[in-house]
């Protein structure tokens, strides 16, 4: 089963995301950015296929999230690798799909 890491300090926004992926992925959760790289450093079991990643454009008030696969470079990013939030449960499913596709 495909494993994704949602990293996010807001423990509400944790739980809605995790409630719309828990039925087709194995969801781990870490509410900061040193969570998130120790986890990564010893998941040697259980590897993460994808994380997503809140992040926020100082100045404003929207928030979304980057997805990002452990093992890709920052600098191969494409642009579609942000989707908004809130989110819709489909809309959700059909991107995370298409990151790990596409990033395979």
Same mark, same amino acid.
């Given at each position: 089963?495909?494993?994704?890491? =949602? +990293?996010?300090? !807001?423990? /509400?926004? +944790?739980? @809605?995301?995790?409630?719309?992926?828990?039925? @087709?992925?194995? +969801? =781990?959760?870490? &509410? &900061?950015?040193?969570?998130?790289? /120790? !986890?990564?450093?010893?998941?040697?079991?259980? %590897?993460?296929?994808?994380?997503?990643? $809140?992040?926020?454009?100082?100045?404003?008030? $929207? !928030? &979304? *999230? #980057?997805?990002?696969?452990?093992? @890709?470079? *920052?600098? &191969?990013?494409?642009?579609?690798?942000?989707? %908004? *939030?809130? #989110? /819709?449960?489909?809309?959700? !499913?059909? *991107?995370?799909? @298409?990151?790990?596709? /596409?990033?395979?």
């Amino acid at each position: 089963m495909t494993t994704i890491m =949602i +990293v996010d300090a !807001h423990a /509400e926004r +944790v739980h @809605q995301l995790k409630s719309l992926l828990d039925d @087709q992925y194995t +969801v =781990i959760t870490a &509410s &900061s950015s040193k969570e998130a790289l /120790e !986890h990564l450093d010893t998941a040697h079991d259980n %590897p993460v296929d994808l994380l997503l990643v $809140n992040t926020q454009i100082p100045g404003t008030t $929207n !928030h &979304s *999230f #980057l997805s990002v696969k452990p093992t @890709q470079s *920052f600098y &191969s990013m494409d642009k579609d690798v942000f989707i %908004p *939030f809130p #989110l /819709e449960k489909e809309a959700l !499913h059909r *991107f995370i799909q @298409q990151q790990i596709t /596409e990033k395979e």
